[in-house]
């Protein structure tokens, strides 16, 4: 009998399910009186599948063990790369015990063909099959040491005579990883560039154009025909959540998952305090720590504007469902069967993905990650004009030390040297930004001015304000921009 390469379409379902705060038995201690059993809480887990449907045992086993070890959204990451060597175990009717060196290369050929139907291009690069194939071939070591049975090796070097012959190999970071002589050659790893402003831009009139009713196909909402005051509300509070995105990643250069992580609670104050409590990801914890990043009475009047509409939505959300519970998330989600619950870093980045593609921005110019590097740089190269006009000379190696630790503060990593190539990035386009002081501070109430005059025509159209005539938007336009230029004087930059 033929058997089919897959069994099931390929790429045509989630194999996995990502889990929140899972409460697992972890040990027992007896007592006099009883057993007590111990519990373990996992902050982020996952569970797979294989593709029809049943529990994949080893896998989720292997989760599960290694979960504590891990930060952030890193178990359902190693879900998803994992769900490729699951697909061809499932395609091929082979269990992980039956893996051979010819099924590693024909896990790899796949990995490195595969095609995107839609755009007609390779699906991932050679670093993203290589990230699989390594997380692969970690998870069939540990297989290997606590599941598999066979005779012969599943997996390891040459002098075993494993079924599956691997070699160790040591990163940039001095960490080692095992590796397979078919793995491709990975692709230039060269560091992004901040985002572009002109992309940012592109960004905003997106979120504009997608916040009308008139834009959205049928489709889309169907869903809400009966109750079409809830789609309503959906757009209102879908539009000030995109809006608050971009605005926070440009502000405070804050990690994707840590935006996910945000509390309202720990923000309440921020009116008072005009602090943002931000957790840090990227630490070997349990609970991420939280870091207070300190902003201007502006910023936190934007924050406060997002914190009305995420409450118009809550408001709503238990209106439309009587038995909504409220959730203390900074982020909500707006997709159906999940409104007014806590969106997860995948929605996140899937809706800044339909951001983009609707501003016609490519992975290669826009992501997350280039937000973070624009505020960084920012930061480095503002950090070194102060200083030098401070001492009247340049800055010294020492001096750099000094003030990526003061960005380290700010950005939440561990150590301020991995900020050191930021130095060289400011420096290259200090011919660009210069005058940096200056014109941060005019950049900052720039920024505020384009956010309140977004504001006032979002308003303007959906209704949200009485009608006004031109000469009172002007007026009111003026009085911003007076109480501008006055901010900027007293700084004495006027």
Same mark, same amino acid.
């Given at each position: 009998m033929q058997v089919q390469e897959f069994m099931v379409p390929y790429n045509k379902k989630k194999l996995y399910v990502r889990q929140s705060d899972l409460r697992i038995p972890d040990s027992v201690q007896e007592t006099v009186s009883g057993n007590i059993i111990n519990y373990q809480t996992i902050r982020v887990g996952a569970f797979v599948n294989w593709p029809d449907s049943r529990p994949c045992l080893a896998v989720n086993m292997y989760l599960l063990a290694n979960a504590h070890e891990w930060t952030g959204e890193t178990p359902v990451t190693y879900a998803s790369e994992l769900s490729e060597l699951v697909r061809y175990c499932h395609g091929k009717l082979k269990s992980f015990s039956d893996l051979t060196d010819g099924d590693i290369f024909a896990l790899i050929e796949h990995l490195t063909s595969e095609i995107n139907p839609r755009s007609g291009m390779r699906k991932r690069n050679n670093n993203t099959a290589c990230e699989i194939l390594n997380r692969s071939l970690s998870f069939l070591m540990w297989y290997q040491e606590n599941l598999h049975r066979g005779l012969i090796p599943l997996i390891g070097e040459e002098k075993s005579g494993p079924a599956i012959l691997v070699s160790?190999? +040591? /990163?940039?970071?001095?960490?080692?990883?095992?590796?397979? !002589?078919?793995?491709?050659? &990975?692709?230039? @790893?060269?560091?992004?560039?901040?985002?572009?402003?002109?992309?940012?831009?592109?960004?905003?009139?997106?979120?504009?154009?997608?916040?009308?009713?008139?834009?959205?196909?049928?489709?889309?909402?169907?869903?809400?025909?009966?109750?079409?005051?809830?789609f309503d509300s959906l757009l209102s509070y879908h539009y000030a959540r995109r809006r608050f995105m971009i605005w926070i990643m440009q502000r405070t250069g804050l990690r994707p998952a840590e935006m996910v992580g945000l509390s309202l609670i720990?923000?309440?104050?921020?009116?008072? +305090? /005009?602090?943002?409590?931000?957790?840090?990801?990227?630490? !070997?914890?349990?609970?991420? &720590?939280?870091? @207070?990043?300190?902003?201007?009475?502006?910023?936190?009047?934007?924050?406060m504007r997002y914190f009305a509409a995420r409450g118009a939505w809550i408001a709503a959300c238990a209106a439309n469902d009587p038995g909504f519970a409220p959730s203390g998330a900074m982020f909500l989600g707006v997709a159906p069967g999940s409104c007014g619950a806590p969106i997860s870093k995948g929605g996140l980045d899937r809706d800044f993905r339909t951001l983009c593609t609707h501003a016609g921005h490519r992975d290669s110019e826009a992501c997350f990650s280039m937000f973070r590097h624009r505020f960084i740089t920012w930061e480095v190269l503002s950090h070194i004009r102060v200083w030098e006009a401070e001492k009247g000379r340049p800055a010294s190696e020492q001096d750099y030390r000094s003030i990526l630790e003061k960005v380290r503060i700010k950005t939440g990593h561990a150590d301020a040297m991995s900020l050191w190539h930021y130095i060289d990035l400011a420096q290259d386009l200090a011919g660009v930004w210069v005058n940096v002081e200056r014109a941060s501070a005019r950049l900052h109430a720039a920024d505020h001015l384009k956010v309140d005059l977004e504001e006032l025509r979002h308003d303007l159209r959906s209704g949200n304000v009485p009608h006004m005539a031109a000469e009172q938007i002007m007026s009111l336009v003026l009085g911003r921009l007076e109480g501008i230029i006055g901010d900027a004087r007293a700084a004495g930059l006027g």
């Open positions: 160790q190999k +040591k /990163n940039d970071r001095g960490n080692l990883y095992w590796t397979h !002589r078919y793995a491709p050659e &990975p692709n230039s @790893t060269d560091p992004k560039l901040p985002i572009d402003l002109s992309i940012i831009e592109a960004i905003d009139a997106s979120i504009e154009y997608l916040s009308i009713l008139e834009n959205h196909p049928e489709p889309e909402m169907r869903p809400f025909k009966r109750n079409p005051e809830f720990d923000n309440k104050d921020v009116l008072r +305090k /005009n602090v943002l409590v931000i957790p840090t990801m990227k630490r !070997r914890k349990l609970l991420p &720590p939280p870091r @207070t990043f300190a902003i201007t009475p502006k910023d936190s009047r934007v924050v």
